[in-house]
């Protein structure tokens, strides 16, 4: 596995922080023809991939035009420079994981992502992780592909959706996957897709990501509580993206739920606001008054950085951000680098080393 602070070659020393983003994307620059030469509903193609942007094409309809930062390496090691992020955790673009098509064509398109992502983590001098997509609508396949990106890939963890065509994460049902997730160690980061209650939005597609993503990702949060999983695999590491979504506004009523209604203390063996601080969140929140508030709800320990990179939704300076949010150095240490350390399980160095590099990175 990849460490945080390996040895970086001459070239790369402008690097100026130890920053680590948990939460950036990758597309690749082609895709294969669908399985069996057969049209596939829902199965991706490139269009213009040779040049600096190309149109993910989906269904015959254009779904997002992105830039070669979503495939080439160097353009994402030059831009990490300039931003102070010493690493990068790469993982698919939600709509890849593919989870509305049949299992077999999904496992084969999870596989190509992820391959993806391993040649780019390998062109990485070690400024890159990897998190790998499975084919969760069949346990089997998935659990067999998250073996195989842990230990024939070497990545950090998995990326999974906020709802698996509508079952929710914390489903008893997935409860093999996230056994194997923690029996092998596998950070699990829960991304927000085809979220539900879109029929209520009002406006534009792009409501999609602004409101759409963070409902579906407190929804998720939730489940993980009142579904008994993070009791079940108390081992299990698993963040939220997009801040945990609205989960932070949920929390105050889950708890007063839980002390109102028997039927919900049942299902939880300890308050929601205790069961809250096992997840991490990242800082994807735009906003230093909220950042602030998931570090009161989740802890100094449980935030991580997270960017949405490359996609231009997205936090471009999260260093700046935590610098104007907080004061103290310490708590700057854990949230930009070292709570992202233990999060992933990355190499260790000592306590004294790292805030000593923070330090001087700031100076």
């Not at 949060?221 to 695999?233: M, P, V």
Request: charged share 20%; hydrophobic share 45%; net charge negative.
């Amino acid at each position: 596995m990849v460490g945080a602070f390996t040895s970086m070659p001459e070239r790369r020393a402008a690097c100026t922080c130890c920053a680590v983003d948990i939460h950036c994307h990758v597309v690749p620059s082609r895709f294969p023809g669908a399985p069996g030469g057969v049209s596939t509903a829902g199965w991706p193609s490139m269009v213009g991939a040779g040049e600096c942007h190309a149109t993910i094409v989906i269904n015959d309809k254009p779904y997002r035009t992105v830039s070669d930062a979503c495939w080439m390496a160097e353009r994402r090691l030059a831009e990490m420079d300039r931003a102070g992020i010493r690493l990068q955790v790469l993982s698919p673009m939600p709509e890849l994981f593919g989870y509305w098509l049949d299992a077999s064509p999904a496992n084969d398109l999870v596989r190509h992502v992820n391959d993806t992502i391993a040649s780019l983590v390998a062109e990485g001098e070690g400024r890159f992780a990897g998190f790998g997509g499975v084919a969760l609508q069949d346990l089997d396949l998935a659990i067999a592909e998250l073996h195989r990106v842990i230990r024939d890939l070497g990545f950090a963890g998995v990326e999974i959706g906020s709802n698996i065509n509508g079952m929710p994460v914390g489903d008893p049902r997935l409860h093999p996957f996230f056994a194997e997730a923690e029996a092998l160690g596998a950070a699990v980061f829960v991304h927000a897709v085809r979220p539900a209650g879109m029929d209520r939005l009002v406006g534009p597609a792009p409501l999609q990501q602004i409101l759409g993503y963070p409902t579906d990702v407190g929804l998720a949060a939730a489940s993980a509580i009142t579904g008994g999983l993070l009791t079940k695999f108390p081992k299990l590491r698993i963040a939220f993206s997009h801040g945990g979504g609205t989960f932070a506004s949920l929390l105050p009523r889950l708890q007063q739920g839980y002390e109102v209604f028997p039927a919900v203390g049942e299902v939880m063996p300890k308050a929601p606001v205790e069961l809250a601080r096992r997840l991490y969140v990242d800082s994807l929140v735009f906003d230093e008054e909220t950042l602030r508030r998931l570090v009161s709800i989740f802890g100094e320990d449980k935030v991580l950085i997270g960017t949405d990179y490359p996609f231009n939704f997205r936090e471009a300076d999260p260093v700046a951000r935590i610098e104007a949010t907080f004061a103290d150095l310490t708590l700057r240490e854990r949230l930009t680098f070292a709570n992202a350390q233990e999060y992933l399980a990355l190499d260790k160095v000592s306590s004294d080393e790292r805030l000593s590099r923070f330090g001087a990175a700031q100076r």
